[in-house]
């Protein structure tokens, strides 16, 4: 049979056995955080800090790349194994900027190509079990992929900081390091792969992609596996609002869950916030896996508290190039020794606290304001909504007006490229301090989409929506209408509807 046949014949059986319900019920939510993990690293291990300057630009949301040359002193100047990976990100003067001000939306560092590790504002330490890494030669390309959001007006220095846990070829346990490779797992694949989880869809509050989605969505989230080996860590990456990932492996007609990722919360804005950590393998899951198998992932949002706009699921595996041991997860005994426990790479930061809802006199009350003029179009500029905008006074302030069945159309006049805004509604009165949790897209079910145009000096993909403007639906009913920015939440203002 041709690899292709066989391939197509893998990915039907394992959206048969997804789809008909063949696999493990979802567990309830994560509570108890595990036990933080301690390393094991091979003796000779050094440990490398490097940082990496970045400008970001009043409001910044964009996706961008960075070369890491071999002379640049980012990057380790000799021949070894990576078996460690701490991301951070400070400013120039050293201090670390909180969640809500400077966000770490993503990182990924790419190794020739291919991903060799990623992390999100959750901050996940990327660990290989001691006798595997990451091999890494002298002349080899680094790039840095990384998106990260300014949530304020002003610009900022930023300091990409990094640290390698790094054994050097002269170190004598180099000499029996096994390499591993990134197998990057994810439900929606491309480079910048968000999805949308409306306020109240899935079953019983909870929105499982793609299980949830079109079943066509499911033929895309698949991993091939080409060679055999052996799976040695996982950790899983989610959005606020995101309950756990659930990692999968198929072979022939056969579906295993091998790891679930969960997302434990802390702090007072549970399951609206990034004060997470993720749950990631313990030291001794290893999974044997054959050419031929499929490694897919999927994840869960809670839907009762808000919708969640480009959200993520994602699982990055560390796999060995050639076999290395591990149970095998397709007979009885191989699933029940597999251990699935968790630990977790870091406690809580403080960075990732957040203060988001406390009580502000910033914000005007929509709903008591006057009318203001009756208009077809707002307009977006210098992070200020022109009309309707809360924190502006007198007539500038109150709610523009739209009649029942027509639409009120919004533009982004701010330079297009580099700063994108949101009408994203929320609960009136919407007026507290802005963060992670706060505001939440707890209004109408409607979305502009980030309103800009891809910046030419990017990635291959943007957060922009591809246009400048959006208008309401024409089926809105009378009322006061709140809304936000998500790129910038400390932007509030309003609309209103009338017959």
Known sequence: ?????????????????????????????????????????????????????????????????????????????????????????????GTTPPVDQIHLHHLVMLLNGS????????????????????????????????????????PEKVIYEYTLYFLPDTAPAAESIIQVRTDFVDVNPGTYPVFDVHQGAGVNGRYTYPKDSPASLMNRNRVPIY????????????????????????RDDQTRRIFRSNAYYYGRAKGASWNISMGATNPDWKVAVKAGDVLSVQVTYDTTKASWYESMGISPVQRSVRPAGGVD?????????????????????????????RKTNVYADARKLADGPTLSEVRIKDFIYQQGDLTMPGRK??????????????????????????????????????????????????????LGLPFSGGFIDQAAAGRTSWSTP??????????????????????????
């Open 227 to 250: 060679r055999d080996g052996t799976l040695v860590g996982t950790a899983g990456h989610l959005h606020p609002g995101g309950l756990y990932t659930d990692l999968y492996l198929t």
């Open 115 to 154: 991903v060799l590790t990623a992390a999100g504002e959750e901050k996940t330490k990327w660990i290989t079990p001691n006798g595997f890494g990451y091999r890494f030669n002298d002349g080899d390309s680094l790039i840095l992929n990384h998106m990260i959001h300014n949530l304020t007006a002003n």
């Open 329 to 357: 997860p397709f007979t009885t005994e191989g699933f029940a020794a597999l251990d699935q426990s968790e630990v977790l790479t870091h406690p809580e930061l403080p960075e990732n606290r957040d203060n988001g809802g």
């Open 1 to 93: 049979m041709p690899s292709s046949q066989r391939k197509l014949i893998l990915v039907l059986a394992a959206t048969a056995a997804l789809i008909g319900g063949a696999l493990p019920s979802a567990a309830s939510a994560a509570s108890t955080p595990p036990k933080v993990g301690v390393p094991d690293y091979p003796a000779g291990t050094k440990k490398l800090t490097y940082k990496v300057p970045l400008n970001i630009e009043p409001g910044q949301n964009l996706n961008l790349l960075k070369s890491i040359g071999k002379n640049t002193k980012m990057r380790p100047n000799e021949s070894g194994w990576i078996v460690g990976f701490v991301p951070n990100l400070k400013r120039a003067d």
């Open 397 to 450: 302030g109150r709610p523009p007006v739209v009649k029942q069945g027509q639409s009120l159309r919004f533009v982004n006049q701010d330079p297009p490229t580099k700063i994108y805004h949101t009408v994203t509604p929320c609960k009136a009165p919407c007026d507290r301090t802005s963060g992670i949790s706060f505001p939440l897209a707890d209004g109408e079910r409607i979305d502009s989409g980030e």
């Open 474 to 499: 024409k089926t809105l009913n009378p009322g006061t209408y709140t809304y936000f920015c998500r790129v910038h939440p400390f932007m509030r203002a309003a609309f209103r509807v009338k017959r």
